[in-house]
Protein backbone atom coordinates (compact mmCIF):
# COMPACT_ATOMS: atom_id res chain seq x y z
CA UNK A 1 0.00 0.00 0.00
CA UNK A 2 0.87 3.50 -0.53
CA UNK A 3 -0.45 5.00 2.85
CA UNK A 4 0.52 5.24 6.17
CA UNK A 5 -2.34 5.82 8.91
CA UNK A 6 -1.55 7.13 12.78
CA UNK A 7 -3.54 7.15 15.38
CA UNK A 8 -6.42 5.73 15.56
CA UNK A 9 -7.83 2.72 12.69
CA UNK A 10 -9.35 4.11 9.97
CA UNK A 11 -10.98 2.71 7.08
CA UNK A 12 -8.29 2.44 4.49
CA UNK A 13 -9.72 3.44 1.53
CA UNK A 14 -6.63 5.16 -0.42
CA UNK A 15 -5.17 2.29 -2.09
CA UNK A 16 -2.19 2.25 -3.98
CA UNK A 17 -3.50 4.15 -7.05
CA UNK A 18 -3.52 7.42 -4.51
CA UNK A 19 -0.44 7.09 -2.47
CA UNK A 20 -0.81 9.13 0.06
CA UNK A 21 -0.78 9.35 4.04
CA UNK A 22 -3.50 9.78 6.61
CA UNK A 23 -3.15 12.05 9.67
CA UNK A 24 -4.38 11.90 12.88
CA UNK A 25 -7.36 14.31 11.78
CA UNK A 26 -7.86 12.11 9.28
CA UNK A 27 -7.15 14.20 6.36
CA UNK A 28 -5.63 12.40 3.75
CA UNK A 29 -2.80 14.73 1.75
CA UNK A 30 -2.37 13.69 -1.76
CA UNK A 31 1.65 13.69 -3.02
CA UNK A 32 2.43 16.15 -5.66
CA UNK A 33 4.12 13.26 -7.33
CA UNK A 34 0.79 11.22 -7.21
CA UNK A 35 -0.84 14.26 -8.39
CA UNK A 36 1.58 15.02 -11.83
CA UNK A 37 0.55 11.42 -12.84
CA UNK A 38 -3.68 12.68 -13.12
CA UNK A 39 -4.53 14.65 -16.13
CA UNK A 40 -6.25 17.19 -14.27
CA UNK A 41 -6.93 20.07 -17.42
CA UNK A 42 -5.71 23.09 -15.37
CA UNK A 43 -2.95 23.77 -17.45
CA UNK A 44 -2.17 27.37 -15.74
CA UNK A 45 -2.22 25.20 -12.52
CA UNK A 46 -0.22 23.17 -13.63
CA UNK A 47 2.81 25.40 -14.73
CA UNK A 48 2.79 27.55 -11.66
CA UNK A 49 2.63 24.11 -9.39
CA UNK A 50 5.98 22.48 -11.67
CA UNK A 51 8.14 25.94 -11.31
CA UNK A 52 9.04 25.16 -7.62
CA UNK A 53 7.55 23.53 -4.25
CA UNK A 54 4.85 24.12 -2.13
CA UNK A 55 4.70 26.85 -0.42
CA UNK A 56 2.30 26.43 3.28
CA UNK A 57 2.16 29.51 5.63
CA UNK A 58 -0.07 28.61 8.71
CA UNK A 59 -1.09 32.22 8.49
CA UNK A 60 -4.61 33.03 7.75
CA UNK A 61 -3.88 35.71 5.55
CA UNK A 62 -0.21 35.68 3.17
CA UNK A 63 1.39 39.63 4.29
CA UNK A 64 4.30 40.54 2.11
CA UNK A 65 6.00 43.74 2.43
CA UNK A 66 6.99 44.38 -1.40
CA UNK A 67 10.04 46.15 -2.68
CA UNK A 68 8.77 48.75 -4.58
CA UNK A 69 12.45 50.33 -5.00
CA UNK A 70 16.00 49.47 -3.79
CA UNK A 71 19.20 51.03 -5.18
CA UNK A 72 22.76 50.86 -3.87
CA UNK A 73 23.90 54.31 -1.87
CA UNK A 74 25.63 55.46 -5.14
CA UNK A 75 22.54 55.50 -7.22
CA UNK A 76 23.90 53.43 -10.03
CA UNK A 77 21.95 50.49 -9.21
CA UNK A 78 24.65 47.97 -10.28
CA UNK A 79 27.37 48.76 -8.32
CA UNK A 80 28.36 45.51 -5.27
CA UNK A 81 32.13 45.99 -5.50
CA UNK A 82 33.91 48.31 -2.58
CA UNK A 83 36.44 49.33 -0.59
CA UNK A 84 38.66 45.82 0.02
CA UNK A 85 39.00 46.32 4.33
CA UNK A 86 35.96 48.55 3.73
CA UNK A 87 31.80 47.81 4.02
CA UNK A 88 29.49 47.00 1.33
CA UNK A 89 27.75 49.78 -0.16
CA UNK A 90 24.30 49.95 1.70
CA UNK A 91 21.14 49.58 0.57
CA UNK A 92 18.19 51.47 0.47
CA UNK A 93 14.55 49.45 0.09
CA UNK A 94 11.60 51.28 0.00
CA UNK A 95 8.22 48.86 1.08
CA UNK A 96 4.68 48.63 0.84
CA UNK A 97 2.73 46.10 2.70
CA UNK A 98 -0.41 44.07 1.54
CA UNK A 99 -2.26 41.61 2.56
CA UNK A 100 -4.13 38.36 0.64
CA UNK A 101 -7.21 36.51 1.97
CA UNK A 102 -6.86 32.68 1.57
CA UNK A 103 -9.60 30.76 0.25
CA UNK A 104 -10.65 27.20 0.49
CA UNK A 105 -11.51 25.25 -2.98
CA UNK A 106 -13.47 21.62 -3.02
CA UNK A 107 -15.31 19.42 -4.07
CA UNK A 108 -17.36 16.43 -2.20
CA UNK A 109 -19.18 12.93 -3.76
CA UNK A 110 -20.93 10.24 -2.16
CA UNK A 111 -20.88 6.62 -2.98
CA UNK A 112 -24.59 5.15 -1.96
CA UNK A 113 -25.21 1.37 -0.56
CA UNK A 114 -24.42 -1.09 -2.77
CA UNK A 115 -21.68 0.50 -4.74
CA UNK A 116 -19.52 0.08 -2.13
CA UNK A 117 -19.77 -3.51 -1.75
CA UNK A 118 -19.52 -4.45 -4.87
CA UNK A 119 -17.12 -3.13 -6.36
CA UNK A 120 -14.85 -3.46 -3.39
CA UNK A 121 -14.90 -7.20 -4.09
CA UNK A 122 -11.39 -8.62 -4.16
CA UNK A 123 -9.91 -8.95 -7.36
CA UNK A 124 -12.76 -7.27 -9.46
CA UNK A 125 -11.48 -3.85 -9.93
CA UNK A 126 -13.73 -1.61 -11.82
CA UNK A 127 -12.29 -0.13 -15.16
CA UNK A 128 -13.31 3.35 -16.98
CA UNK A 129 -11.80 4.31 -20.12
CA UNK A 130 -9.57 1.71 -19.61
CA UNK A 131 -8.32 3.18 -16.53
CA UNK A 132 -8.98 0.45 -13.39
CA UNK A 133 -9.50 1.76 -10.10
CA UNK A 134 -9.50 -0.92 -7.14
CA UNK A 135 -12.47 0.64 -5.71
CA UNK A 136 -15.33 3.51 -5.91
CA UNK A 137 -13.67 5.13 -3.02
CA UNK A 138 -10.39 5.64 -5.20
CA UNK A 139 -12.45 6.78 -8.35
CA UNK A 140 -14.70 8.76 -6.38
CA UNK A 141 -11.18 10.99 -4.85
CA UNK A 142 -9.52 11.29 -7.88
CA UNK A 143 -13.00 12.74 -9.60
CA UNK A 144 -13.33 15.49 -6.64
CA UNK A 145 -9.64 15.77 -7.02
CA UNK A 146 -9.69 16.82 -10.59
CA UNK A 147 -12.83 18.74 -9.81
CA UNK A 148 -10.95 20.68 -7.24
CA UNK A 149 -8.15 21.08 -9.37
CA UNK A 150 -9.89 22.86 -12.48
CA UNK A 151 -11.87 25.21 -9.79
CA UNK A 152 -8.52 26.30 -8.82
CA UNK A 153 -7.41 26.77 -12.41
CA UNK A 154 -10.77 28.96 -13.18
CA UNK A 155 -9.81 31.06 -10.52
CA UNK A 156 -6.63 31.52 -10.93
CA UNK A 157 -7.46 33.02 -14.46
CA UNK A 158 -11.58 34.36 -14.52
CA UNK A 159 -11.29 34.98 -9.96
CA UNK A 160 -13.30 37.73 -8.77
CA UNK A 161 -13.41 38.63 -5.18
CA UNK A 162 -15.73 41.65 -5.98
CA UNK A 163 -18.76 39.45 -7.60
CA UNK A 164 -17.68 36.62 -5.35
CA UNK A 165 -15.97 36.62 -2.02
CA UNK A 166 -15.03 33.01 -1.73
CA UNK A 167 -12.64 33.78 -4.76
CA UNK A 168 -9.36 35.08 -4.99
CA UNK A 169 -8.60 37.14 -7.42
CA UNK A 170 -7.77 35.75 -10.48
CA UNK A 171 -4.97 37.43 -14.24
CA UNK A 172 -7.89 38.67 -15.80
CA UNK A 173 -8.92 40.46 -12.73
CA UNK A 174 -5.36 41.50 -11.39
CA UNK A 175 -3.50 42.48 -14.55
CA UNK A 176 -5.82 45.37 -15.55
CA UNK A 177 -4.63 48.78 -16.43
CA UNK A 178 -4.94 50.27 -13.15
CA UNK A 179 -2.73 47.56 -11.69
CA UNK A 180 -0.12 46.73 -14.34
CA UNK A 181 2.35 48.50 -15.46
CA UNK A 182 2.39 47.00 -18.55
CA UNK A 183 -1.33 46.79 -19.68
CA UNK A 184 -2.17 47.87 -23.79
CA UNK A 185 -4.69 47.62 -25.25
CA UNK A 186 -4.77 46.58 -29.08
CA UNK A 187 -8.27 48.05 -29.77
CA UNK A 188 -9.40 44.91 -32.13
CA UNK A 189 -5.70 45.27 -34.27
CA UNK A 190 -5.11 41.70 -35.63
CA UNK A 191 -2.76 39.75 -33.97
CA UNK A 192 0.84 39.77 -35.61
CA UNK A 193 3.93 38.84 -34.44
CA UNK A 194 5.29 42.59 -33.75
CA UNK A 195 2.86 42.89 -31.63
CA UNK A 196 4.04 40.21 -29.40
CA UNK A 197 7.69 41.46 -29.84
CA UNK A 198 7.02 45.14 -29.23
CA UNK A 199 5.50 43.89 -25.54
CA UNK A 200 8.33 41.56 -24.78
CA UNK A 201 11.03 44.95 -25.49
CA UNK A 202 8.96 47.12 -23.57
CA UNK A 203 8.93 44.75 -20.61
CA UNK A 204 12.79 44.50 -20.90
CA UNK A 205 13.37 48.18 -21.19
CA UNK A 206 12.06 48.44 -17.70
CA UNK A 207 14.12 45.75 -16.16
CA UNK A 208 11.77 43.37 -15.86
CA UNK A 209 11.65 39.64 -18.11
CA UNK A 210 8.71 37.78 -18.91
CA UNK A 211 9.05 34.30 -18.40
CA UNK A 212 6.26 33.10 -20.34
CA UNK A 213 3.19 33.85 -22.49
CA UNK A 214 -0.38 32.85 -21.20
CA UNK A 215 -3.54 32.48 -22.98
CA UNK A 216 -6.58 30.71 -24.97
CA UNK A 217 -5.74 28.01 -27.68
CA UNK A 218 -7.18 30.34 -30.07
CA UNK A 219 -4.27 32.93 -29.01
CA UNK A 220 -1.93 30.35 -28.99
CA UNK A 221 -2.83 29.14 -32.47
CA UNK A 222 -2.88 32.95 -33.88
CA UNK A 223 0.78 33.48 -32.11
CA UNK A 224 2.51 30.05 -33.72
CA UNK A 225 0.42 31.10 -37.13
CA UNK A 226 1.92 34.79 -36.83
CA UNK A 227 5.80 33.36 -36.21
CA UNK A 228 4.99 30.75 -38.76
CA UNK A 229 4.31 33.36 -41.71
CA UNK A 230 7.71 35.08 -40.10
CA UNK A 231 9.66 31.74 -40.56
CA UNK A 232 9.49 31.71 -44.16
CA UNK A 233 12.96 33.03 -43.95
CA UNK A 234 14.14 32.22 -40.60
CA UNK A 235 13.51 29.53 -38.31
CA UNK A 236 11.62 30.96 -34.93
CA UNK A 237 9.74 28.58 -33.71
CA UNK A 238 10.41 25.70 -31.34
CA UNK A 239 8.18 23.35 -29.88
CA UNK A 240 11.35 21.14 -27.84
CA UNK A 241 10.39 17.76 -29.87
CA UNK A 242 11.90 19.30 -33.12
CA UNK A 243 8.57 18.77 -34.79
CA UNK A 244 7.72 20.18 -38.63
CA UNK A 245 7.33 23.73 -38.84
CA UNK A 246 4.23 24.56 -38.88
CA UNK A 247 2.13 21.90 -36.66
CA UNK A 248 2.07 23.41 -33.29
CA UNK A 249 4.33 25.07 -31.10
CA UNK A 250 4.92 24.53 -27.60
CA UNK A 251 7.40 27.76 -26.52
CA UNK A 252 8.56 30.89 -29.44
CA UNK A 253 11.58 32.80 -29.65
CA UNK A 254 11.60 36.54 -28.55
CA UNK A 255 13.37 39.55 -27.56
CA UNK A 256 13.32 37.54 -24.33
CA UNK A 257 14.70 34.33 -25.63
CA UNK A 258 12.27 31.47 -25.86
CA UNK A 259 9.43 31.76 -23.92
CA UNK A 260 6.62 28.97 -23.51
CA UNK A 261 3.20 29.32 -24.58
CA UNK A 262 0.97 27.82 -21.56
CA UNK A 263 -2.58 27.89 -23.32
CA UNK A 264 -5.78 27.64 -21.25
CA UNK A 265 -9.10 27.33 -22.17
CA UNK A 266 -10.78 29.57 -19.63
CA UNK A 267 -9.35 32.54 -20.41
CA UNK A 268 -11.82 34.99 -21.95
CA UNK A 269 -12.40 35.10 -25.98
CA UNK A 270 -15.39 36.50 -28.06
CA UNK A 271 -16.29 35.42 -31.44
CA UNK A 272 -17.62 36.97 -34.32
CA UNK A 273 -18.49 35.33 -38.10
CA UNK A 274 -20.36 34.43 -40.58
CA UNK A 275 -20.28 31.36 -42.81
CA UNK A 276 -17.50 32.56 -44.87
CA UNK A 277 -14.62 33.71 -42.13
CA UNK A 278 -14.69 34.21 -38.40
CA UNK A 279 -13.00 36.35 -35.68
CA UNK A 280 -11.90 35.57 -32.54
CA UNK A 281 -10.85 38.51 -30.45
CA UNK A 282 -8.99 37.65 -26.85
CA UNK A 283 -5.80 38.77 -24.79
CA UNK A 284 -2.39 37.89 -23.97
CA UNK A 285 -1.04 37.31 -21.09
CA UNK A 286 3.00 38.19 -20.29
CA UNK A 287 3.64 36.16 -17.25
CA UNK A 288 6.87 37.14 -15.26
CA UNK A 289 6.95 34.31 -12.68
CA UNK A 290 10.58 35.29 -11.17
CA UNK A 291 11.79 38.71 -11.06
CA UNK A 292 15.45 39.50 -10.15
CA UNK A 293 15.90 35.43 -8.60
CA UNK A 294 12.62 35.23 -6.61
CA UNK A 295 9.75 33.50 -7.16
CA UNK A 296 7.01 35.78 -7.14
CA UNK A 297 3.74 34.10 -8.71
CA UNK A 298 2.47 31.28 -7.42
CA UNK A 299 0.06 29.50 -5.34
CA UNK A 300 0.72 29.62 -1.38
CA UNK A 301 -1.11 26.65 0.53
CA UNK A 302 -2.40 26.87 4.18
CA UNK A 303 -3.83 23.24 3.69
CA UNK A 304 -2.93 21.53 0.64
CA UNK A 305 -5.27 19.69 -1.48
CA UNK A 306 -6.63 16.81 1.06
CA UNK A 307 -9.46 14.62 0.95
CA UNK A 308 -11.43 14.18 3.66
CA UNK A 309 -13.84 11.00 5.06
CA UNK A 310 -16.87 13.12 5.79
CA UNK A 311 -19.37 10.27 6.89
CA UNK A 312 -20.31 6.32 6.79
CA UNK A 313 -23.48 4.60 7.35
CA UNK A 314 -22.90 0.89 8.80
CA UNK A 315 -24.85 -2.11 7.76
CA UNK A 316 -24.04 -5.48 8.59
CA UNK A 317 -20.91 -4.62 9.86
CA UNK A 318 -19.58 -2.78 6.98
CA UNK A 319 -20.12 0.50 5.41
CA UNK A 320 -22.03 0.62 2.90
CA UNK A 321 -22.62 3.88 2.64
CA UNK A 322 -19.61 7.18 2.53
CA UNK A 323 -19.16 10.73 1.68
CA UNK A 324 -15.84 12.07 0.80
CA UNK A 325 -14.85 15.95 0.14
CA UNK A 326 -11.44 17.24 -1.67
CA UNK A 327 -10.65 20.43 0.09
CA UNK A 328 -7.83 23.21 -0.20
CA UNK A 329 -6.94 26.60 1.39
CA UNK A 330 -4.67 29.12 -0.32
CA UNK A 331 -4.01 32.26 -2.35
CA UNK A 332 -2.93 33.19 -5.33
CA UNK A 333 0.64 35.44 -4.78
CA UNK A 334 1.89 38.31 -6.33
CA UNK A 335 4.76 39.32 -4.96
CA UNK A 336 4.89 42.93 -6.71
CA UNK A 337 1.20 43.50 -6.17
CA UNK A 338 0.93 42.80 -10.36
CA UNK A 339 2.64 45.45 -11.45
CA UNK A 340 5.47 43.34 -13.57
CA UNK A 341 2.67 41.70 -15.18
CA UNK A 342 1.68 42.22 -18.75
CA UNK A 343 -1.23 41.80 -20.75
CA UNK A 344 -2.06 43.05 -24.48
CA UNK A 345 -5.68 43.09 -24.59
CA UNK A 346 -8.25 43.13 -27.69
CA UNK A 347 -5.74 41.04 -29.77
CA UNK A 348 -7.72 39.88 -32.96
CA UNK A 349 -7.32 36.46 -34.78
CA UNK A 350 -9.51 35.64 -38.03
CA UNK A 351 -9.24 33.48 -40.69
CA UNK A 352 -11.40 33.03 -44.20
CA UNK A 353 -12.90 29.76 -44.97
CA UNK A 354 -11.07 28.33 -47.65
CA UNK A 355 -13.99 25.28 -48.04
CA UNK A 356 -17.44 24.73 -49.06
CA UNK A 357 -19.94 23.49 -46.54
CA UNK A 358 -22.81 20.73 -47.78
CA UNK A 359 -25.38 22.52 -49.32
CA UNK A 360 -23.75 25.69 -50.64
Known amino acids: MGWQHFGKAVDPTIVEGISAYVDVDYRVVIEPEVMA???LDAP???RLMSLG???IRADKAAIFAVLTSADFSTGTGRKASFTVGGDPNSINPQRSTYALAKK???ASGGIKDVDIIASAVPGAPITINNEQFTNDA????RLLTIRTVQGIDYGMIKGNSTTDTDDFDGLEIKVTSS???FYRDADGDTLVTGMVDEHVVWMMSKGVYPTAIYCNPIMHAGIVSAYQDRARAQIVINDGENRALGLWASSIITPAGELPIVSDPRFTVTSTGDSGAY?????VFFAVEFYAGERILYPEWQIPISAINLAKVMGRGRATSTEFAVWSHLTLVERTN???QGRLANVVVSATREWTAAGE
Open 37 to 39: QIR
Open 44 to 46: IYE
Open 53 to 55: PNV
Open 104 to 106: SYG
Open 138 to 141: ERLI
Open 179 to 181: NSG
Open 279 to 283: SVQGD
Open 338 to 340: WWA
